[in-house]
């Protein structure tokens, strides 16, 4: 299951060690919410810890990630696990309009027949 969000990058955090073969890598965005903007962190692992270096501190950015969970002794962690990042500022004609989890298009309102266009004999 993968999630979007368009945010402001508040900050960046140095790659971690966790272990002799497993890196992590922190980001913090700012997401508009109505009168309380929201502070999102979000992680990089591995080979994706490098996907942030290309954009500062105030960039407008678009986050794709996944939602992790695990319990360990008790407690419950939710991680949110980006794997892609672009500019919010620009997007392609593709990216304009919102995709769904299966990879189609929402239907657009253009898309439907209109009243006059349906030969339909119910009376509703």
Known sequence: MSFEVVGKLHKKFETESK????????????VADGNYPQMV???LVQDR???IDEYSEGDQIKVHFDLRGR?????YFTNLNAWRIESGTAQSATEASPTNDFGGDFPSAQDEPSTQQMD???PF
Not at 19 to 30: L, N
Request: glycine share 8%.
């Open 41 to 43: 962190k979000f992680q």
């Open 71 to 75: 319990e360990w002794n008790g407690k």
């Open 19 to 30: 272990t002799s073969s497993f890196q992590a890598r922190e980001f913090v965005i700012e």
């Open 120 to 122: 339909d004999d119910l």
């Open 49 to 51: 810890c490098g996907l």
